[in-house]
């Protein structure tokens, strides 16, 4: 593009050229902005999913360990909320696994995401059956393949920089081992993205769009406590840390979140409960159970309660992001804002 043009112009081209290279992930969400709410157990419900995707996003309700008849109303309750396409995000391992396929299915949920392994055939055939989309989370390129041999309609792939659980490889390594392979099917990223430059540039690797989980976290229209939200607001990106683990004989999932009391008092309790293994007290089951244990109830403590102190603050990277409380549009429109900026600061 010449360099003489006018800024309006110059603006003009950019948002023509990221309509562009959203008009991919758009079409296969069915929203205006290929921008998905990251599922966030307590955080994602009726609510804030409605706010995203009546913004122009696609919202995503965290079913978590909800049972049918729970999903089933949280479900009827963003429909009340919202005319727009939103998702519904299933654990793979809830042992109802089946029923909650059901319910969206009934329920006419138009994106199913099936997460925290890889999704069984069952499950598959029972969505692609069903008539909605699959998409499933992918951490390496050989189980991204795996996924669209086996039906996914679009996959997400999640950098360690993310809250809550986590793997072990940052956003910025799987972007560049899955993207230029995986062309089929859409790929959206998620991790540690909290502006619209970086969206921008997984956009023009390939990606079809994003997945941000923390900055709608302390949006105005999340129903987490005010002393949840003015963590994230208060925080940068080195307080959130992934848990540790401290015997590998008793493993650890790892999980980002806001350094608090609690992660301090789960280091002790580790300790503690691996002192009273090795000294007889405990067989290894009654163990690890008791480490598992430990954090039952955390997020829930912290995001609804606000007991921010011994409660499980999970947050991304990004969180040093979170300046203040946003309404949702707000959050769009600031992500849009900026890759429309850097597109036009280059000529497009």
């Known amino acids: 593009m010449p360099d003489g043009l006018p800024p309006d112009q110059r603006r003009s081209?950019?948002?023509?050229?990221?309509?562009?290279?959203?008009?991919?992930?758009?079409?296969?969400?069915?929203?205006?902005?290929?921008?998905?709410?990251?599922?966030?157990s307590w955080v994602s419900e009726r609510h804030l999913v409605a706010a995203i995707s009546n913004a122009g996003?696609?919202?995503?309700?965290?079913?978590?360990?909800?049972?049918?008849?729970?999903?089933?109303?949280?479900?009827?309750?963003?429909?009340?909320?919202?005319?727009?396409?939103?998702?519904?995000?299933?654990?793979?391992m809830h042992p109802r696994l089946d029923d909650l396929i059901r319910v969206c299915i009934e329920a006419r949920v138009s994106h199913i995401v099936l997460a925290g392994g890889i999704p069984p055939g069952s499950a598959v055939r029972a969505v692609k059956e069903g008539g909605a989309?699959?998409?499933?989370?992918?951490?390496?390129?050989?189980?991204?393949?795996?996924?669209?041999?086996?039906?996914?309609?679009?996959l997400v792939i999640e950098g360690s920089e993310a809250g809550g659980h986590i793997g072990p490889v940052s956003l910025t390594v799987l972007a560049q081992e899955i993207l230029p392979h995986i062309q089929d099917i859409p790929v959206f990223v998620a991790g540690g993205i909290g502006r619209g430059e970086a969206i921008?540039?997984?956009l023009e690797m390939g990606a079809a769009g994003a997945q941000l989980g923390t900055r709608f976290a302390a949006a105005t229209e999340s129903i987490a406590h005010p002393a949840f939200k003015q963590a994230f607001i208060r925080a940068s990106a080195r307080d959130?840390?992934?848990?540790?683990?401290?015997?590998?004989?008793?493993?650890v999932i790892p999980v980002r979140g806001l350094v608090n009391e609690g992660t301090k008092r789960f280091l002790e309790h580790q300790a503690s409960t691996i002192a009273r293994f090795n000294a007889g007290e405990l067989t290894r089951e009654a163990a690890q159970l008791d480490i598992e244990h430990f954090w039952a109830?955390?997020?829930?403590?912290?995001?609804?309660?606000?007991?921010?102190?011994?409660?499980?603050v999970m947050a991304g990277q990004s969180v040093g992001m979170v300046s203040a409380e946003q309404p949702v549009?707000?959050?769009?429109?600031?992500?849009?804002?900026?890759?429309?900026?850097?597109?036009?600061?280059?000529?497009?």
């Open 200 to 202: 921008l540039a997984y």
């Open 297 to 312: 109830g955390a997020l829930r403590r912290a995001v609804i309660d606000g007991d921010i102190e011994n409660g499980s």
């Open 240 to 251: 959130a840390l992934p848990s540790v683990q401290l015997d590998p004989r008793f493993p």
């Open 13 to 40: 081209d950019a948002r023509l050229k990221l309509e562009q290279l959203f008009a991919r992930g758009a079409a296969f969400l069915g929203s205006r902005l290929p921008i998905l709410g990251g599922a966030m």
């Open 329 to 348: 549009a707000a959050i769009l429109a600031d992500l849009v804002e900026q890759a429309e900026a850097a597109l036009a600061a280059r000529g497009g």
């Open 133 to 154: 989309r699959l998409i499933a989370f992918a951490p390496a390129l050989v189980l991204a393949k795996r996924l669209v041999r086996s039906g996914a309609d679009a």
């Open 57 to 92: 996003g696609f919202g995503v309700i965290a079913c978590g360990s909800m049972m049918p008849d729970q999903l089933a109303a949280e479900i009827a309750g963003t429909q009340a909320l919202t005319e727009r396409p939103f998702g519904v995000n299933l654990i793979t």
